[in-house]
T-cell receptor, first 111, second 110 residues
Framework: EAQVTQNPRYLITVTGKKLTVTCSQN?????MSWYRQDPGLGLRQIYY???????DKGDVPEGYKVSRKEKRNFPLILESPSPNQTSLYFC??????????FGNGTRLTVT | SQQGEEDPQALSIQEGENATMNCSYK?????LQWYRQNSGRGLVHLIL?????REKHSGRLRVTLDTSKKSSSLLITASRAADTASYFC??????????FGKGNQVVVIP
């Protein structure tokens, strides 16, 4: 079954404590991306990757890091989380110029 | 901003009625996609329409695209309670980047 798996589903942490949200896909897609969703703002792209070892900034990359060491995984790293990074995060994957497949989301709260 | 903007932002209809949502955008596109989201879960792709297409159908969904007006519409016919969700348009501008609108909340009353 085609899947995009994000973990964890919920995360509560404190300011400054490094965290990683994992994303894994089993569809051999070249393209992977991270979005954050906030009320009234829709989905905004954080980072994306066109292939292994190729990553680029999206619209709101500040405070985030990513890596793409292998095709199936695209972790999102918050080195020093702050309360303004409290949000709902989605990983998405797809083939070039094709529909995206989304994970079920990670609800992050930073206190 | 390149993102699409949906209109209306909230819509409440009776089961069986048709629901129409519009999306406007500002710059030229390669394609336009519609997605559905159920209460905080991941988005699910509905339809992709390319810039050289004018209309597409999928089941009870009909999407139109007018590149001269930079707008698209999504029609859901014979709506059901299960269609209650948020609907997003997303514009594709090349290199696989999608710019999402803020979403349109649809409530179908049984």
């Amino acid at each position: 079954e085609a899947q995009v798996t994000q973990n964890p589903r919920y995360l509560i942490t404190v300011t400054g404590k490094k965290l990683t949200v994992t994303c894994s896909q089993n569809m051999n897609h070249e393209y992977m991306s991270w979005y954050r969703q906030d009320p009234g703002l829709g989905l905004r792209q954080i980072y994306y990757s066109m292939n292994v070892e190729v990553t680029d900034k999206g619209d709101v990359p500040e405070g985030y890091k990513v890596s793409r060491k292998e095709k199936r995984n695209f972790p999102l790293i918050l080195e020093s989380p702050s309360p303004n990074q409290t949000s709902l995060y989605f990983c998405a994957t797809g083939r070039l110029e094709s529909p995206l497949h989304f994970g079920n989301g990670t609800r992050l709260t930073v206190t | 901003s390149q993102q699409g903007e949906e209109d209306p932002q909230a819509l409440s209809i009776q089961e069986g009625e048709n629901a129409t949502m519009n999306c406007s955008y500002k710059t030229s596109i390669n394609n336009l996609q519609w997605y559905r989201q159920n209460s905080g879960r991941g988005l699910v792709h509905l339809i992709l329409i390319r810039s050289n297409e004018r209309e597409k159908h999928s089941g009870r969904l009909r999407v139109t695209l007018d590149t001269s007006k930079k707008s698209s519409s999504l029609l859901i016919t014979a709506s059901r309670a299960a269609d209650t969700a948020s609907y997003f348009c997303a514009t594709g501008h090349g290199n696989n980047r999608l710019a999402f609108g803020k979403g349109n909340q649809v409530v179908v009353i049984p």
